[in-house]
Structure formats: structure tokens, C-alpha cells
């Protein structure tokens, strides 16, 4: 990256390409491993905890966690630790160039995948001094140009450069989440003196003794487009987010920076609304000002996926057009992380809308949860004493994220018309059909809450109402219609308008009363049922005045 002071167009000598090295299997530690290595090879470390203060230098090969490459170990889970145990620095890198040409091969430096943790670099009394002798407590690069790309940095200590020390250098840092590291002096997070590194979507956030200290003077000058900061969240960092010292001042643009804040193209200063910093996930809330709001000014490659894997660049504002977000996490729709009381809105990609607010008691492994609305199929029809809205919806709901305990589902039904809303139920497809889970609406704010603990098809839905007495009215026609022996129609008739006259008369226990006249009915009726009355018009007239009963049981 520079042209006088920071040598990092060395090249190192050729060799056969391709060899892989895996710890613990085929070596037990790492720094085994980096001392068989040669240029072009690749370590792969398996998930673990690996107690060790790494040297690497004058080579180029790719030193790569559990977190990039998890399938290589069949998909085990866990991550790659580096811990010095607070004794000395996790990774000291020399001369390590940034590639090699390997039989017309380009092979690049690079650490992936890794959490750096436990270093420790801090002068004591009667100790040898130099500069930068205790500096660097995580990492630690002089003349060098490795990629470092989706390692954790978080919890190391120094003098200078707490996370990491890029002293002479021009590393490309991308998608790495350094936090939680302090400075006795300056650079909690990062110190970087006479460097050229690239610093493209990094969340630095809540180191102590400041984010990045930048020192930069004399006549060296870097290779466009130079020393960049872009797409990075510099936040939440005690003393300073950023400070550059001297007069060449590097290229800040789209970032999130709090104190020491650069006004240059697309950067912002807000809070950038992690999900739960307390817990270390900065994953991007919904709303948050970083997403899709980032930026390529300098038309570099942008990383085609964010920390977690997750492609770049997306949507993460539904607004139809796709901008790289800030930060080492791209926004995902419907991102689920783990937590307690997490909320999810999805995106129905149908409508664009978020129609539902899912509150999961406890995620224990992250996923994604999708809502698709579709229009009612062959066996999907309402349940009994229930009929859509306009337009007839249901809601698909699913989730790949792992979680216990019960989820609060809460619709938002204003974009379907319903004639009765005070009457709205929500229900769940089981396997053994809808069930009502309704637990409160909200018919103001047209929103409707149900409890479940498994995820399916949805659906708001309003009773049927029917008037009794239309029923009663309409039965009355039918007895007429039969031609009943006078002495019969007249008494059945009389039991009809005894019925309709209790339902009508507020001062009687209503139901109750036409209920016990109706039941009479059924009794008359079976009494002729097969003599004066046909065994099929008997049968029909039961079964309507039944409907009935049930009808004015149910209110």
C-alpha cells in the first residue's frame, strides 16, 4: 500500500501449490503447523480453544478458524480460539507479504475465521523498552499485508493497540468485529503508525482507550486509494472513536462514527442500534441507520458475504434496492438471533409489509424467520362459524432459528376489511386443524395476538353472524309448506312465534326461554315423525331447529 515506508509488495519465493494443514489432526498446534507451512499452503484449524502466542513470518499462506470453513469438520458448530491466556500477544506477524505467484497462481495472505483473545502487552518496571515492544495485545503486524477477514478481536490488552498494532503496514481488514480490548494509552481498538491498511465493513465498538489511533506523519505516501475507512461502525468507544495525528489524514467515507465523528461523503453519527451490545451481538436492529446506507466510493470489491456468512450486498430496508449495509453484519429480513424475548418482524415478500411482530421467550441458534400471505387453497377453508376477510389471506410463518418456550404472534389485520371486528379470532393450522389462540385485539390499533409454540399457517378470522330469528322466520315458511294437518302446523307454528317472541322480549332470559320452546318442537315433530309427519320432513325439520339450539347455545 505505500510507496516509500510501508513495504507491502513483497513477494515471497514459489513453491508447489496448494497444501493443506490441519490442526489439531495433523498437527497439534498452530504454530507447528505455521512453522511446516510454506508459501501457498493453507491451515485449518478445527473448533476449539488453542492456548498459544503465534509467530508467522516472511510467509504467505492462509490461516483459516472453524468459522470459515465449518463444513470441512462436518458442520460441528463452535469456533477456532486463539487465547494467550494473558501472557504475551495472541499473533505476531513480520514481513509477511500480502501474496505470492505461484505457478501463475496469486495466493494471499490472509487470517480468517478466528476469535483472538487473552493478550497481554504492558511495559512493568525494570522491563526492556522500544517502540511498539508492548504494543499489540491481540495482533501484532510489522511490514506486513495479510487479509484479515471475520475474526473476533475482543478482550486483549496493551499499552498501544489493545485489539491490534499495524505498525509499518498495509493490512485489508474486512468484516471483523473488534471489541471489548483496552489501551493504557492510546488505541483500544486499533493503533495504526505509518500504515495503509483497508478497513472496509468493521464494527469497533467498546474498547477502552479509544477505537482507532491513527499516527500518521512524515513524507511516505500510499498507494491510491490509500488508507480507507469504509463501511465501518466506530462506536460506543470510551475517550474517542477515532483520532489521526498528523497531517495526512485518511479516507473516511460511509461509516457510523460517534466521537472524533469525519464529515466526508456518507458518514453519519448515530447510534447505530445493535440488537444487544450487552451480550456482544451487533447485529443491525430493524430501523437502524446503518442499513443500506453504505457506500463504494472507491469501486473496490465489496465482500460478497458479512460475518456471519449471510450474502452481500442485500435489502435491508425492503425498499426495492439493495445497498451494502455498515458494520460486519449485513441486515437480513426476518434475522432471528439468539436472545431472550427476541422480536422479529418479517417481510411478506408479497406485499412488501410486515404483517406480523413475532416475540420468541428464548432463541438458543440464529436463523431466519419468513411470513408469505397466499390466498386460501382447497382445505384450507375457515373454521367452522368463521369466514375470511376481504380478500380472503392466510399467513405462512416459519423459522429456522432453534428456540424453546412459546411465541407471541401479534397481526396487524388492517389491510383485510371485516364486517364484525369486534369479533375477530385468531386462529393456528395444527395437524389437527385451525385451533383458536387468540389471547387479545386491539380493534383501535387493529392489532390481534395470539400465544403458540410452533410455527405454521395463521389466520384472522371473523364469526358468522346469523340471526336466529331469520332462521326461525325461514322455518315458519317451510312448516307452512308442508301441509301439515291444521291442528299439527298451528302447534308448531305457535312454538316457532313463542321462540322469536322470548328472543325478542329483554326482560326474559332469552335463549334459555326459546331454546326450551324449541326443544318442544323437536319433541312434537318426533312424536309424528313416520305418521302424520314424513320420516324425511321430520328429519329436515329437526335438524334446522337443532342448528338453531346450537346456534343460541353458543351466544
Not at 492456548?51 to 516472511?58: I, P, R, T
Not at 462506536?235 to 474517542?240: A, L, M, P, Q, V
Not at 386460501?376 to 429456522?400: D, H, L, M, Y
Not at 388492517?414 to 369486534?422: E, F, L, P, R, V
Given at each position: 500500500?505505500?510507496l516509500?515506508?510501508?513495504?507491502?509488495?513483497?513477494?515471497c519465493?514459489?513453491s508447489?501449490l496448494?497444501?493443506?494443514?490441519?490442526?489439531?489432526?495433523g498437527?497439534?498446534t498452530?504454530?507447528?503447523?505455521?512453522d511446516?507451512a510454506?508459501?501457498?499452503?493453507?491451515?485449518?484449524?478445527?473448533?476449539?480453544?488453542?492456548?498459544?502466542?503465534?509467530?508467522?513470518?516472511?510467509k504467505?499462506?492462509?490461516?483459516?478458524?472453524?468459522?470459515?470453513?465449518?463444513?470441512i469438520f462436518?458442520?460441528e458448530?463452535?469456533l477456532?480460539v486463539?487465547?494467550?491466556?494473558?501472557?504475551?500477544?495472541?499473533?505476531?506477524?513480520?514481513?509477511v507479504?500480502?501474496s505470492?505467484?505461484?505457478?501463475?497462481?496469486?495466493?494471499?495472505?490472509?487470517?480468517?475465521g478466528f476469535?483472538?483473545?487473552?493478550?497481554h502487552?504492558?511495559?512493568?518496571?525494570?522491563?526492556?523498552?522500544?517502540l511498539h515492544?508492548?504494543s499489540?495485545?491481540?495482533?501484532y503486524l510489522n511490514?506486513?499485508?495479510?487479509k484479515?477477514?471475520?475474526?473476533?478481536?475482543t478482550?486483549n490488552?496493551?499499552?498501544?493497540?489493545?485489539?491490534?498494532?499495524?505498525w509499518?503496514?498495509?493490512?485489508?481488514?474486512t468484516n471483523?468485529?473488534?471489541?471489548?480490548?483496552?489501551?493504557?494509552n492510546?488505541?483500544g481498538g486499533?493503533?495504526?503508525?505509518?500504515s495503509?491498511p483497508?478497513?472496509?465493513?468493521?464494527?469497533?465498538?467498546?474498547?477502552?482507550?479509544?477505537?482507532?489511533?491513527?499516527?500518521?506523519t512524515?513524507l511516505?505516501v500510499?498507494?491510491?486509494?490509500g488508507?480507507?475507512?469504509?463501511?465501518?461502525?466506530?462506536w460506543?468507544n470510551?475517550?474517542?472513536?477515532?483520532v489521526?495525528?498528523?497531517?495526512?489524514?485518511?479516507?473516511v467515507?460511509?461509516?457510523?462514527?460517534?466521537i472524533?465523528?469525519?464529515?466526508?461523503?456518507?458518514?453519519?453519527?448515530?447510534?447505530?442500534?445493535?440488537?444487544?451490545p450487552?451480550?456482544?451481538?451487533?447485529?443491525?436492529?430493524?430501523?437502524s441507520?446503518c442499513?443500506?446506507?453504505?457506500g463504494?466510493?472507491?469501486?473496490?470489491?465489496?465482500?460478497?458475504?458479512?460475518?456471519?456468512?449471510?450474502?452481500?450486498?442485500?435489502?435491508?430496508n425492503?425498499d426495492?434496492?439493495?445497498?451494502?449495509?455498515?458494520?460486519a453484519?449485513?441486515?437480513?429480513?426476518?434475522?432471528?438471533?439468539?436472545?431472550?424475548?427476541?422480536?422479529v418482524?418479517?417481510?411478506?415478500?408479497?406485499?412488501g409489509?410486515?404483517?406480523?411482530?413475532?416475540?420468541?421467550?428464548?432463541?438458543?441458534g440464529d436463523?431466519?424467520?419468513?411470513?408469505?400471505?397466499?390466498?386460501?387453497?382447497?382445505?384450507?377453508?375457515?373454521?367452522n362459524?368463521?369466514?375470511?376477510?376481504?380478500?380472503?389471506?392466510?399467513?405462512?410463518?416459519?423459522?429456522?432459528?432453534e428456540?424453546s418456550g412459546s411465541?407471541?404472534?401479534c397481526?396487524?389485520y388492517?389491510s383485510?376489511?371485516?364486517?364484525?371486528?369486534a369479533?375477530?379470532?385468531?386462529f393456528?393450522?395444527t395437524?389437527g386443524?385451525?385451533?383458536?389462540?387468540?389471547?387479545?385485539?386491539d380493534?383501535?390499533?387493529k392489532?390481534?395476538?395470539?400465544?403458540?409454540?410452533s410455527?405454521?399457517?395463521?389466520?384472522v378470522?371473523?364469526?358468522?353472524?346469523?340471526?336466529?330469528v331469520?332462521?326461525?322466520q325461514?322455518l315458519?315458511?317451510?312448516?307452512?309448506?308442508l301441509?301439515?294437518q291444521?291442528?299439527?302446523?298451528?302447534?308448531l307454528?305457535?312454538?316457532?312465534?313463542?321462540?322469536?317472541?322470548?328472543?325478542?322480549d329483554?326482560?326474559?332470559?332469552n335463549?334459555?326461554?326459546?331454546?326450551?320452546t324449541?326443544?318442544?318442537?323437536?319433541?312434537?315433530?318426533?312424536?309424528q315423525r313416520?305418521?302424520?309427519?314424513?320420516?324425511?320432513?321430520?328429519?329436515?325439520?329437526?335438524a334446522?331447529?337443532?342448528?338453531?339450539?346450537?346456534?343460541?347455545?353458543?351466544?
Amino acid at each position: 500500500m505505500l510507496l516509500m515506508v510501508v513495504a507491502v509488495g513483497l513477494m515471497c519465493g514459489s513453491s508447489a501449490l496448494g497444501a493443506t494443514l490441519i490442526v489439531p489432526s495433523g498437527y497439534s498446534t498452530i504454530q507447528s503447523a505455521i512453522d511446516a507451512a510454506v508459501d501457498g499452503d493453507t491451515i485449518q484449524v478445527a473448533p476449539g480453544t488453542y492456548y498459544e502466542n503465534l509467530e508467522w513470518a516472511n510467509k504467505c499462506i492462509a490461516l483459516v478458524g472453524a468459522k470459515a470453513h465449518d463444513s470441512i469438520f462436518g458442520g460441528e458448530g463452535g469456533l477456532s480460539v486463539v487465547d494467550a491466556a494473558g501472557i504475551g500477544r495472541c499473533l505476531k506477524m513480520t514481513d509477511v507479504p500480502d501474496s505470492v505467484s505461484i505457478d501463475g497462481f496469486t495466493f494471499a495472505s490472509r487470517v480468517e475465521g478466528f476469535t483472538f483473545t487473552g493478550g497481554h502487552m504492558q511495559y512493568q518496571e525494570g522491563q526492556i523498552q522500544g517502540l511498539h515492544f508492548y504494543s499489540g495485545g491481540g495482533l501484532y503486524l510489522n511490514n506486513s499485508s495479510p487479509k484479515l477477514e471475520k475474526n473476533t478481536i475482543t478482550g486483549n490488552s496493551a499499552d498501544d493497540g489493545g485489539g491490534l498494532l499495524l505498525w509499518d503496514s498495509g493490512a485489508t481488514l474486512t468484516n471483523n468485529i473488534i471489541t471489548a480490548n483496552s489501551a493504557l494509552n492510546n488505541g483500544g481498538g486499533l493503533f495504526l503508525d505509518y500504515s495503509c491498511p483497508q478497513l472496509m465493513n468493521n464494527t469497533i465498538t467498546s474498547n477502552t482507550g479509544g477505537g482507532i489511533y491513527d499516527v500518521f506523519t512524515g513524507l511516505a505516501v500510499c498507494v491510491l486509494p490509500g488508507r480507507t475507512i469504509t463501511n465501518c461502525i466506530l462506536w460506543g468507544n470510551s475517550k474517542y472513536d477515532l483520532v489521526v495525528v498528523g497531517k495526512s489524514q485518511p479516507f473516511v467515507t460511509y461509516s457510523d462514527i460517534g466521537i472524533g465523528f469525519v464529515a466526508e461523503k456518507g458518514n453519519i453519527s448515530a447510534d447505530p442500534m445493535f440488537v444487544n451490545p450487552s451480550t456482544g451481538d451487533y447485529h443491525l436492529k430493524a430501523g437502524s441507520p446503518c442499513i443500506d446506507t453504505g457506500g463504494n466510493p472507491w469501486k473496490l470489491p465489496l465482500p460478497e458475504t458479512d460475518f456471519d456468512g449471510n450474502p452481500r450486498v442485500g435489502d435491508g430496508n425492503s425498499d426495492g434496492t439493495a445497498i451494502v449495509d455498515m458494520g460486519a453484519f449485513e441486515a437480513i429480513v426476518g434475522l432471528t438471533p439468539p436472545g431472550e424475548d427476541v422480536i422479529v418482524q418479517p417481510k411478506d415478500p408479497a406485499t412488501g409489509e410486515t404483517p406480523v411482530t413475532l416475540t420468541f421467550d428464548k432463541v438458543t441458534g440464529d436463523g431466519v424467520t419468513t411470513v408469505t400471505s397466499t390466498t386460501p387453497s382447497e382445505g384450507q377453508g375457515p373454521p367452522n362459524g368463521f369466514k375470511f376477510g376481504n380478500p380472503p389471506v392466510i399467513f405462512e410463518i416459519a423459522t429456522t432459528a432453534e428456540f424453546s418456550g412459546s411465541i407471541e404472534v401479534c397481526f396487524d389485520y388492517s389491510s383485510a376489511s371485516y364486517g364484525n371486528k369486534a369479533e375477530l379470532k385468531l386462529f393456528h393450522r395444527t395437524d389437527g386443524g385451525w385451533v383458536d389462540v387468540t389471547t387479545s385485539i386491539d380493534t383501535v390499533s387493529k392489532i390481534i395476538c395470539g400465544t403458540v409454540t410452533s410455527l405454521s399457517f395463521f389466520g384472522v378470522f371473523e364469526s358468522e353472524f346469523v340471526d336466529p330469528v331469520e332462521l326461525l322466520q325461514e322455518l315458519a315458511g317451510r312448516v307452512i309448506t308442508l301441509n301439515l294437518q291444521q291442528g299439527i302446523s298451528n302447534s308448531l307454528d305457535a312454538k316457532l312465534q313463542a321462540s322469536m317472541q322470548a328472543l325478542d322480549d329483554i326482560n326474559e332470559n332469552n335463549n334459555v326461554a326459546a331454546i326450551n320452546t324449541l326443544q318442544a318442537f323437536i319433541n312434537t315433530v318426533k312424536a309424528q315423525r313416520g305418521n302424520k309427519i314424513s320420516e324425511a320432513d321430520a328429519d329436515a325439520l329437526i335438524a334446522s331447529v337443532q342448528k338453531i339450539i346450537d346456534l343460541l347455545g353458543m351466544e
